[in-house]
């Protein structure tokens, strides 16, 4: 079983939509979540980390269940700009309690 | 603002043949990290230099080996190239040790080994 999983998509889906995304992580133990953003052919960068109460930044939130080892990501008002891949991270103790990478889950929104 | 900066972006090799990526970050970062991205895999950690003069071995080290050159710069060496290497390469900085802080990457490099 991977560390990290997560649904590889695409979810395609109309602008205004909203969109869920969710991510499990098998670790118990883990501490820090976070979500990344990763257009094609570009590096990933920090969407936003997910706290363990939930946390909201404009369109986006984040959840973490710990109890069912997953996190999610909601995205209201989808924009043709959101198309990306999401990729969900986790620290990891197995790799030195360095960041685990999920493969990633990928948005296509639509006109 | 360049930020984290890797060369070359492109690069194609034969198998056994060697080469050196480059990654210097001006984010004045303690740490430094080498992922490697195949598709459906996720970015896997290759090595990690959690400050300067240190360097450890990540989830896939084999075949690969590392320098902290300065606080700036840190480089990945491929000695004899094999087809499984074949992958997308990114460098990535951090204030403090990951998961403590965001990362910051480099723009990539596309290495395929024929």
């Known amino acids: 079983r991977k560390e990290v999983e997560q649904d590889p998509g695409?979810?395609?889906?109309?602008?205004?939509?909203?969109?869920?995304?969710?991510?499990?992580y098998s670790n118990s133990a883990s501490q820090s979540f976070f979500w990344y953003r990763q257009d094609c052919r570009k590096e990933p960068?920090?969407?936003?980390?997910?706290?363990?109460?939930?946390?909201?930044?404009?369109?986006?939130?984040?959840?973490?269940?710990?109890?069912?080892?997953?996190i999610s990501l909601l995205i209201r008002d989808s924009k043709l700009s959101d198309?990306?891949?999401?990729?969900?991270?986790?620290?990891?103790?197995?790799?030195?309690?360095?960041?685990t990478f999920g493969g990633g889950t990928r948005l296509m929104v639509k006109p | 603002n360049a930020g984290v900066t890797q060369t070359p972006k492109f690069q194609v090799l034969k198998t056994g043949q060697s080469m050196t990526l480059q990654c210097a970050q001006d984010m004045n970062h303690n740490s430094m990290y080498w992922y490697r991205q195949d598709p459906g895999m996720g970015l896997r950690l290759?090595?990690?230099?959690?400050?300067?003069?240190?360097?450890?071995?990540?989830?896939?080290?084999?075949?690969?080996?590392v320098s902290r050159l300065n606080k700036r710069e840190f480089s990945l060496r491929l000695e004899s190239a094999a087809p499984s290497q074949t992958s997308v390469y990114f460098c990535a900085s951090s204030e403090g040790l990951a998961p403590t802080g965001e990362l910051f990457f480099g723009e990539g490099s596309r290495l395929t080994v024929l």
């Open chain 1, 45 to 70: 960068k920090l969407l936003m980390s997910v706290y363990s109460s939930g946390n909201e930044d404009g369109r986006f939130t984040a959840q973490l269940n710990r109890a069912s080892q997953y």
């Open chain 1, 83 to 99: 198309s990306a891949t999401y990729l969900c991270v986790v620290n990891s103790y197995n790799a030195g309690n360095m960041l």
């Open chain 2, 46 to 65: 290759i090595y990690y230099s959690a400050s300067e003069g240190t360097t450890d071995k990540g989830e896939v080290p084999n075949g690969y080996n």
């Open chain 1, 10 to 24: 695409p979810f395609n889906v109309p602008e205004g939509a909203t969109v869920a995304f969710n991510c499990t």
